[in-house]
């Protein structure tokens, strides 16, 4: 079977990411843009994760047979530390991850306009009643599950075809859940697009945050892709072999 080139695939990850961003984030502002001066309730939190969900599953479809769409860095170091996709690839997706999330975020202020900053523009991020540890616990439990499901919509056993619908329904239950807490980022690069966009159009950037994110985030991925793993070794088969998950549907927050 032919294959997408590197190129592509960089490409294809760096239009999915924005789409995630551009959708999913903008749907924070634009609710509330929306409301004005209406209180944001758990029926707004349902829409905007919601609009989350529908791009990870329309992303999937769009691009998955393309590039894998994992859309999050996370994810993507994840595969690699299981051997599911080869290192070499890594740079390059992360880096096109986080600037499909410059370009959504951007994208968003261009269709909301200067005040889709005024309300924050979707910037992930804890207030002073939610300690560091514990939005460290609630990025690394959120991104796990993610992860999980992940891996377990991607393995050659599971339900053809479904995938994205799993991921997706995964996506939008867990930010109804984590996002109380942190806004559920559960994926770096919409942590950081956002944040780069907001300081460079003078919005409030809590920068002493970002690494409890990058780093809760990163380690709640990776330690779910060896769970899996583990769960998932059968007799006579390796634990883990090197597959191209870049060539599979793999979208993920």
């Known amino acids: 079977m032919e294959e997408n080139t590197y190129s592509q695939k960089l490409l294809a990850e760096m239009l999915g990411t924005a789409m995630l961003v551009f959708i999913g984030v903008g749907s924070v502002p634009a609710t509330l ?14 829409m905007i994760s919601l609009a989350f969900a529908t791009v990870v599953i329309a992303m999937i479809y769009a691009i998955g047979h393309i590039s894998g769409c994992q859309i999050n860095p996370a994810i993507t170091l994840a595969l690699a530390t299981t051997r599911k996709m080869p290192w070499r690839d890594v740079p390059g997706y992360i880096a096109a991850q986080v600037v499909g999330a410059v370009l959504g975020a951007l994208a968003i202020i261009g269709v909301l306009g200067h005040q889709a900053v005024t309300v924050g ?21 959120g991104t796990a599950i993610l992860a999980f499901v992940v891996f377990g919509a ?11 619908l799993a991921i997706g329904l995964a996506v939008f239950a867990i930010i109804m859940v ?27 950037v809590h920068w002493n945050q970002l690494p409890v994110y990058l780093i809760a985030e990163v380690l709640g991925a990776v330690a779910a892709g060896f769970l899996y793993v583990a769960l998932n070794a059968r007799r006579g088969t390796a634990t883990a072999t090197t597959t191209d998950a870049t060539a599979e549907p793999v979208a993920a927050a």
């Open 121 to 141: 523009l979707g910037i992930a991020s804890y207030g002073p009643q939610v300690s560091a540890g514990q939005a460290f616990f609630a990025e690394a439990v």
């Open 178 to 204: 984590v996002a109380p807490a942190t806004s559920a980022s559960i994926n770096p690069a919409r942590t950081i697009g956002p944040m780069l966009i907001g300081q460079v159009f003078n919005g409030t």
């Open 33 to 46: 843009i929306v409301n004005g001066k209406a209180p944001f309730t758990f029926a707004d939190l349902g």
């Open 154 to 164: 991607i393995d050659r056993r599971s339900a053809g075809g479904f995938a994205g």
